[in-house]
């Protein structure tokens, strides 16, 4: 446990100090009969959202989550877009189909109005193309040097026939529907202030993957929701982050083998040149599934028909007394290597 007597930016980084601080300032201190309504999901899963039980035997999926990425405009999309597609995905993520949304922004004094009325409308332009309401929010102003430019904050509801709960299952195979990384590389070059010596960046050959999952989740969780024992967007802390929260709380080893895991040349020659394992690069239009190993092929055929053509088997769940709650890669010369779990600032502010 981290003894940190303040708070630093790895505390809002998705790894292990930020999970070191919500179990020291929050979970500690709710009672157990707190951490869910009405017998549902809640801060017990500590999932991507919670769900709330209905009479008639569905649930109410609800996710919160604020939005600070720096820079607030990037190749690919803008917060606006980020916090649309962010909580939307969430709520896909726990098997619901999302039906409304509140949001709160919070500007901060002499940001440009023609900047934020763009924000807004690819905020907004996203909602209508997914049918989700805008039902609420929240708008307020801070001085200036109080806040840095923007901050957004959602809420998303859906609803779920059946919740995704994460329990990956020994077997399982993971599976994830395209190449990883390509946000976070974005937002680090950028935040580094290269983006005019990367040709990439500058003709849209690299940009943000960020995108609404709904045409993938709702065919996927129809046909197959019965078979996805867990379902997660890999965002702050990356593909890495999400393996290692499957592996520590079930207890199995997971093994992924590296040259399965789609990543585009150009993310990984960068990632190189930054000295960062991609595999810590958030993504967010991307979906990382824990699947019944009897049909993972078929799955894997059936989300290529819905146009992610990199989908693939990366690796799978298995049950490991020595190696028990950790993530291992098959390198491309035979061996093994640990992937631990995100620790410090890799990328501060990216979602």
């Known amino acids: 446990m981290s003894r940190a007597t303040r708070i630093t930016l790895a505390h809002g980084s998705g790894g292990v100090e930020m999970h070191e601080i919500i179990e020291k300032l929050i979970l500690s201190k709710v009672p157990g009969n707190l951490k869910k309504a009405l017998n549902g999901i809640g801060l017990d899963a500590l999932d991507d959202g919670a769900a709330i039980p209905l009479p008639n035997g569905k649930h109410i999926v609800v996710s919160i989550d604020a939005y600070t990425v720096n820079p607030p405009f990037f190749p690919g999309g803008n917060i606006g877009v980020l916090a649309a597609c962010g909580s939307i995905n969430d709520v896909l993520m726990m098997g619901g189909k999302p039906i409304a949304m509140l949001d709160s922004i919070v500007v901060e004094e002499g940001f440009p109005v023609e900047e934020l009325d763009i924000i807004v409308n690819s905020f907004i332009e996203i909602l209508k193309s997914e049918r989700v309401a805008l039902i609420g929010g929240d708008f307020k102003v801070m001085p200036k040097g109080h806040i840095d430019k923007i901050v957004i904050t959602t809420v998303a509801i859906g609803i779920a026939d059946k919740v995704i709960v994460d329990n990956p299952q020994q077997g399982d195979k993971i599976i994830v529907s395209d190449y990883v990384g390509d946000h976070g590389a974005v937002i680090m070059l950028l935040q580094m202030g290269l983006?005019?010596?990367?040709?990439?960046?500058?003709?849209?050959?690299?940009?943000?993957?960020?995108?609404?999952?709904?045409?993938?989740?709702?065919?996927?969780?129809?046909?197959?929701?019965?078979?996805?024992?867990?379902?997660r967007d890999p965002t702050r802390g990356g593909l890495?982050?999400?393996?290692?929260?499957?592996?520590?709380?079930?207890?199995?080893?997971?093994?992924?083998?590296?040259?399965?895991?789609?990543?585009?040349?150009?993310?990984?020659?960068?990632?190189?040149?930054?000295?960062?394992?991609?595999?810590?690069?958030?993504?967010?239009?991307?979906?990382?599934?824990s699947v019944d190993s009897s049909v993972a092929e078929e799955v894997v055929e059936f989300i290529k028909s819905l146009g992610f053509e990199n989908a693939r088997i990366i690796g799978e769940v298995k049950q490991s007394e020595k190696y028990r709650g950790i993530v291992l890669a098959k390198t491309g010369v035979g061996g093994y290597r640990i992937i631990d779990p995100p620790r410090g600032e890799l990328v501060p502010r990216i979602c």
């Open 240 to 289: 890495a982050g999400v393996l290692n929260e499957w592996a520590s709380r079930t207890g199995t080893v997971i093994i992924v083998n590296e040259n399965s895991i789609p990543i585009r040349s150009s993310v990984k020659r960068y990632s190189e040149m930054l000295g960062i394992d991609p595999l810590y690069f958030a993504s967010e239009g991307v979906a990382v599934l």
């Open 195 to 231: 983006e005019e010596k990367i040709e990439e960046l500058s003709k849209g050959l690299l940009k943000s993957d960020v995108k609404t999952l709904t045409k993938l989740m709702i065919p996927l969780i129809e046909k197959y929701g019965d078979y996805i024992h867990a379902s």
